[in-house]
């Protein structure tokens, strides 16, 4: 993998993990490297998770409460 600071590590990779928030859950892969838990944007729309930065809190899309909702775009024929 590379890092932000553009060196290139090998990292174990461990999975799959539940991740679980509120009445939410999906299942993800995930690289370990350090301490720190960061949970990216994939897992964030599996369970429909929103984020509000001016209360700096995630919560579940309130527009969907009790399960989550995907979003898809459709293809019109043509544009593949």
């Given at each position: 993998?590379?890092?932000?600071d553009g060196?290139?590590?090998n990292?174990?990779?461990v999975g799959?993990i ?6 939410r ?5 995930t ?7 960061l949970?990216?944007a994939v ?9 509000s930065?001016?209360?700096r809190e ?5 527009a969907?409460?009790?399960i989550p909702r995907?979003?898809?775009?459709s293809l019109?024929s043509?544009?593949i």
């Open positions: 993998m590379s890092i932000a060196r290139k590590m990292v174990p990779y799959p539940r991740v679980n928030f509120g009445n859950f999906c299942f993800v892969g690289l370990v490297l350090g301490d720190e838990v949970l990216g897992p964030m729309e599996d369970m429909d998770l929103v984020i930065p001016s209360r995630i919560t579940v899309d309130p969907s409460p009790n995907a979003r898809a775009k019109t043509g544009s």
